[in-house]
């Protein structure tokens, strides 16, 4: 089994500053890319930020100088730095990544639970 457990989000005023973990676990073979997603109230999940096992990165336009992704290979891991939040970044935000479970070459895209990010004062 392959669990992908968020934790960081919660409530934060216009301009502060939240960071997000990702940490995936289980019978893990590889990991692959890893991302963050969101998705505010009544509108569809969306891409924010993806990254590579080596590094090379990409981001929405929207958070393009505000947020950054990183990941620690070490500890299955991946963050993501929010600078300047605003009152639209508001959404649950999902981990994502592409694992190869134990045993098997064949990568798999894996969900994470969900962790809620609210920007207001």
């Known amino acids: 089994q392959v669990q992908l457990v968020e934790s960081g989000g919660g409530l934060v005023q216009p301009g502060g500053s939240l960071r997000l973990s990702c940490v995936a676990s289980g019978s893990i073979f590889s990991i692959y890319n890893m991302g963050w997603y969101r998705q505010a109230p009544g509108k569809q999940r969306e891409l924010v930020a993806t990254?590579?096992?080596?590094?090379?990165?990409n981001y929405a336009d929207s958070v393009k100088g505000r947020f950054a992704i990183s990941r620690d290979n070490a500890k299955n891991t991946v963050y993501l730095q929010m600078n300047s939040l605003k009152s639209e970044d508001t959404a649950v935000y999902y981990c994502?990544?592409?694992?190869?479970?134990?045993?098997?070459?064949?990568?798999?895209?894996?969900w994470g639970q969900g962790t809620q990010v609210t920007v207001s004062s």
């Open positions: 994502a990544a592409e694992i190869s479970p134990t045993g098997s070459h064949r990568a798999t895209f894996y």
């Open positions: 990254i590579t096992s080596g590094g090379s990165t």
